[in-house]
Nanobody, 123 residues
């Protein structure tokens, strides 16, 4: 049974940092392009970042470039999202996902999804 489990969400003040993790079981993450998405209340699920199978290539949503970093620890079968300089607009449920495609920035091309972790940025 394939499972992706996110952790690390929480409440943080503007300007603060959070580190999200996505641990996989039932599949080897090194065989997939991995992505992070987020969904705010009343909005569509939105692409945040992705990382290639090799870890060499990363892609980011424009509004998070320079603030967020996606990485993978294949030995631990885990993907990470380091989020710095957080702003209230980053508040959302964050999901990790796995895609079999080499380039994947839309939700429709991701096959496996985690259950999400809440990130709230507020003073």
């Amino acid at each position: 049974q394939v499972q992706l489990v996110e952790s690390g969400g929480g409440l943080v003040q503007p300007g603060g940092s959070l580190s999200l993790s996505c641990a996989a079981s039932g599949l080897f993450l090194s065989s997939y392009t991995m992505g992070w998405f987020r969904q705010a209340p009343g909005k569509e699920r939105d692409f945040v970042a992705s990382i290639s199978r090799s870890g060499v290539s990363t892609t980011y949503k424009d509004s998070v470039k320079g603030r967020f970093t996606i990485s993978r620890g294949d030995a631990m079968n885990t993907v990470y999202l380091q989020m710095n300089s957080l702003i209230p607009e980053d508040t959302a449920v964050y999901y990790c996902a796995a895609s079999g495609l080499l380039v994947a920035t839309t939700p429709a091309v991701y096959k496996y999804w985690g259950q999400g972790t809440q990130v709230t940025v507020s003073s």
